[in-house]
């Protein structure tokens, strides 16, 4: 029997040394990790199970057939983070450049069926060439049975992906079905085809980082969520993620403990708004003040910045925030901010998340750069984003709520559950000077002093929260400093909650 202890333990010394000792230095000293240390640092000390250790490729083309790595080029399994089951995948790139074989495939499909089976979360670490070049049609088939595992996991479990090295081809698109997306900063990049490939078909001289790195990716096109310094920020970053998430769409987020006090009184939020309602303020400075210990895990904080999203707690709820910025381009929603805020608002309505609004917003905008660039059908989507969200949704509305947007942040009529306003609301059809000018244009065309009486009657009149209030769309007419009581409360009040769409095979959101 020793001698088969033996073999074993010698085989498994070799599959752990992935491709080879020398590789895997050369890694350490380009300043990454290997795959499986990123596991170690992820994962609860000890909890690592893994599978198919041995498990090893089948081609036998282009002299493959000489080269065995046992465990082909990704480590699979499943573990604990903060005590909670999650499974995992680590592409190891020492490993033929952690490119995707068949039986790669088949390792990472056998971790997201379980994850799929048992209601736990799913984390892959992505470092891979993409399909592997000398297995052809079998690594295609195996990225796309990867692809409809990510589809059928999508909205039952969290899944999520850190890019920590190169992520070219096919394997750009597992990360884009998952609901978050990280990636490492200079060690990392994504793209369909490699700079080599792009100067052939469009003649551009491109670099990697130019093309897909973390820069790129989370502030131009909005593939990516994060961008951190480096692979242990990543770890970090996707450990506090979960830490708002629920196992499976069946269960709660996990309740965080806290001793700050839900009554706490904050006056500095009576003096926030300035009194001329054109000049900015930093939304982000209400959300730190009246959450849990001001913590606020911001997400695309670097792209779309006209309106915030990210997770906070509240009295211990998690809850999925979404703001308008009114410190950037006024906080109006144009193409990028509608499709950031509908994606994340769907995200949390999946996974039970409660949403919290706080709306400042002057409207859509205008112009021929928005409407080219379809900003009627990407309005509709934040709008039906909230419209189909069946889980808590509290408002508050702290400054503008005009025309179009007003409806569309999670406003009564689209179910919001409680709907608050601080006495600064301005919430009408239109600002007072559009207003004004269709209302009166002739009349005031040349009296400056008309005019100026008739925008001072419109504020007056309509740009408050009293019209909405008397209707019963503004719930109470709040004391700022009273906002986090208020919240806490409304959330406790709506722990409950129960509400349904009608039955059919899904909705046709405009994509
Ligand atoms: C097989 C690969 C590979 C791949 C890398 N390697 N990618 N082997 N298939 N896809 C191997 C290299 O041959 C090399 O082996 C080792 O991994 C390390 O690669 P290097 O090129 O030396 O590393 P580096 O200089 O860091 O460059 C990394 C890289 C580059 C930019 C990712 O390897 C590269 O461009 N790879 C190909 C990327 C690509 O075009 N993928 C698309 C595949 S098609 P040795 O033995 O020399 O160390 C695809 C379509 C799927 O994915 C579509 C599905 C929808």
């Excluded at 005590?83 to 995948?89: D, K, N, P, W």
């Excluded at 790129?216 to 996707?238: F, K």
Aim: charged share 20%; net charge negative.
């Amino acid at each position: 029997m020793q001698n088969k202890i033996d073999t074993l333990l010698a085989l498994r010394q070799q599959a752990l040394q992935g491709g080879g000792i020398d590789r895997q230095k050369k890694r350490h000293k380009s300043g990454r990790l290997n795959a499986r240390e990123r596991i170690e640092l992820l994962l609860d000390d000890g909890s690592f199970e893994e599978f198919d250790l041995f498990k090893t490729h089948r081609c036998t083309q282009f002299g493959m057939e000489q080269k065995q790595f046992p465990g082909d080029g990704v480590i699979t399994g499943y573990g604990t983070i903060d005590g909670r089951l999650i499974y995992v995948f680590s592409q190891d790139f020492t490993v033929v450049g952690g490119s995707l074989s068949e039986t790669h495939a088949e390792k990472i499909c056998k971790v997201m069926d379980m994850a799929l089976k048992n209601g736990a979360p799913i984390i892959g670490l992505n470092d891979s060439g993409g399909a592997r070049i000398q297995e052809g049609i079998e690594s295609l088939a195996g990225y796309a049975e990867i692809f409809q595992r990510n589809v059928m996991c999508s909205g039952v479990i969290p899944q999520l992906s850190a890019i920590m090295g190169p992520c070219a081809g096919g394997a750009v698109y597992s990360p884009a079905l998952t609901d978050f997306t990280l990636m490492v900063r200079e060690h990392s990049y994504m793209f369909l085809t490699g700079p080599k490939v792009v100067k052939t078909v469009t003649h551009e001289d491109v670099d990697v980082e130019t093309l897909g790195g973390a820069e790129v990716h989370t502030t131009r096109s909005g593939v990516a969520h994060l961008a951190v310094d480096n692979e242990r920020m990543a770890i970090s970053a996707l450990q506090q993620l979960l830490s708002y998430l629920p196992q499976n769409n069946m269960v709660p987020p996990p309740i965080k403990e806290t001793d700050d006090p839900p009554a706490r009184n904050i006056t500095q939020l009576n003096g926030l708004i300035p009194s001329d309602s054109n000049r900015p303020y930093d939304m982000k400075h209400i959300i730190e003040l009246i959450t849990d210990d001001g913590i606020f895990f911001e997400i695309q904080p670097d792209y779309a910045q006209n309106i915030i999203i990210g997770f906070a707690h509240f009295n211990g709820i998690a809850v999925g925030l979404v703001a308008n910025q009114p410190n950037h381009m006024a906080g109006v929603l144009d193409n990028n901010s509608s499709i950031k805020g509908a994606r994340f608002v769907r995200c949390c309505d999946a996974f039970n998340i409660p949403i919290v609004t706080l709306v400042d917003v002057p409207g859509f905008m205008p112009g021929t750069v928005q409407e080219y660039g379809g900003i009627i059908r990407n309005g509709a989507k934040i709008l039906y984003a909230y419209a189909e969200a069946t889980v808590p949704k509290v408002t508050i509305t702290t400054r503008k709520a005009y025309g179009g947007a007003y409806c569309v942040m999670s406003s009564k009529h689209l179910r919001g559950d409680i709907n608050y306003a601080w006495p600064s609301a301005e919430i009408a059809v239109m600002g007072a000077k559009g207003a004004v000018e269709l209302l009166y244009g002739k009349e005031i065309a040349n009296d400056q002093q008309l005019m100026q009486e008739k925008e001072t009657h419109y504020n007056e009149t309509f740009a408050t929260p009293y019209a909405a209030a008397q209707r019963g769309y503004i719930d109470d007419v709040i004391l700022p400093e009273r906002t986090r009581l208020r919240i806490c409360k409304a959330l406790t009040m709506l722990a409950d909650k129960h509400d349904t769409n009608p039955p059919r095979k899904h909705g046709n959101i405009p994509l």
